[in-house]
């Protein structure tokens, strides 16, 4: 689908932001070195609020289905999080699994955490079908980092059942020809069902990127079995 929203993207050690045209809210994707913001470990909340001044986030207990919670459900399981632009705050905290914003006219917002399990369960649907029943119109999204294909060995039974449900792009191979889930691809698929406007995407894979020191730039539970989760969070717009 080619883009009609322009996106501004700011990208700094902690956090890139990201607008999309002058709709309503602000996605902002944290990074490795903004540190573990889990909910319910000592000291994210500090850290949150250090990388994101202001109120505080909401989340849900994400167990990689497809169930989506409003904002004052907040706390209960869901993979999906949809509130209001002014002052919800709607997060959603992965490491390998992609996280998307999705933003709308009417400032209705959602957040949705898929990994390959909640993507084959709906959760980017679920969450653009709640986000409607609020009132949203056009919906636009901006995906967070996720894991590569290069870095992403898959089983090839499970890769047909990806497949099955959301076409031959999500077939992908790793860095040595191994069968892959490309799963960002399974997010665009997912999108262009739910008319979701993929309005940008991190293109950056959350096991193998570096920054330019060298570090790892996001948290990868694959690669390096980080307990650490890095964070997808809209906040009001200046
Ligand atoms: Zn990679």
Not at 34 to 58: E, F, H, K, N, Y
Not at 126 to 146: D, I, K, N, Q, Y
Not at 196 to 203: F, K, P, R, S, T
Not at 223 to 238: K, Y
Request: proline share 5%.
């Amino acid at each position: 689908m080619p883009g009609n929203v322009n996106t501004t993207l700011e990208t700094g050690e902690l956090a890139c932001a990201i607008t999309a045209g002058d709709l309503p809210g602000k996605v902002m994707i944290t990074t490795r070195r903004a540190g573990d913001l889990r909910p319910g470990i000592r000291g994210t909340a500090a850290r949150r609020a250090s990388v994101v001044p202001g109120g505080a986030w909401r989340w849900t207990r994400q167990v990689h289905g497809a169930v989506v919670v409003t904002a004052e459900h907040a706390g209960d399981a869901g993979d999906g999080l949809i509130g209001r632009a002014a002052g919800a705050r709607p997060a959603m905290f992965a490491a390998d699994c992609a996280l998307l914003g999705i933003l709308s006219p009417q400032g209705i917002v959602g957040v949705a955490h898929a990994g390959w399990h909640g993507l084959c369960a709906g959760v980017i649907e679920e969450t653009a079908r709640a986000m409607r029943s609020f009132g949203a119109t056009t919906l636009s999204a901006v995906r967070g980092p996720c894991i590569g294909p290069e870095c992403y060995e898959f089983s090839p039974d499970d890769l047909d059942s990806v497949a099955r449900e959301y076409g031959p792009a999500v077939r992908g191979e790793t860095s040595v020809g191994r069968p892959a889930l490309d799963l960002a691809a399974g997010v665009r698929a997912a999108c262009d069902r739910a008319e979701i406007e993929l309005v940008h995407e991190v293109c950056s894979c959350t096991a193998c990127a570096r920054t330019a020191s060298g570090e790892p730039t996001w948290f990868s539970h694959r690669a390096r079995r980080d307990p650490g989760r890095h964070g997808l969070v809209i906040v009001e717009r200046q």
